[in-house]
């Protein structure tokens, strides 16, 4: 069993920041890539950002410059710092993580998510 808690959503206000965590733990063989979508009220589920293994990163294009993942694997967290909010980034926020319990045994697996308003 894998469990994914997120933390440190909340309302601010537009310019201002946020830094969402999210805590894996379980049943854990390896990592692969972790990464955090965003879910707004009447639309798709769309990635945010990504990390893999290696520290390679990839942002959706309305983040670049302002939001930057991280990860730490001996705590078994990743990470999103997000500056410079914006009305549109506001969105429930999951984390996501593939992982695998077992030798070469991968499953995706999802926290619950965290809301994030930016409003003045």
């Known amino acids: 069993q894998v469990q994914l808690v997120e933390s440190g959503g909340g309302l601010v206000q537009p310019g201002g920041s946020l830094r969402l965590s999210c805590a894996v733990s379980?049943?854990?063989?390896?990592?692969?890539?972790l990464g955090w979508y965003r879910q707004a009220p009447g639309k798709q589920r769309e990635l945010v950002a990504s990390?893999?293994?290696?520290?390679?990163?990839n942002y959706v294009d309305s983040v670049k410059g302002r939001f930057a993942i991280s990860r730490d694997n001996a705590k078994n967290t990743v990470s999103l710092q997000m500056n410079s909010l914006k009305p549109e980034d506001t969105a429930v926020y999951y984390c996501n993580a593939r992982i695998a319990s077992r030798p070469s045994a991968y499953n995706i697996y999802w926290g619950q998510g965290t809301q994030v308003t930016v409003s003045s």
């Open positions: 990390i893999t293994n290696g520290g390679g990163t």
């Open positions: 379980g049943s854990i063989y390896s990592f692969d890539t």
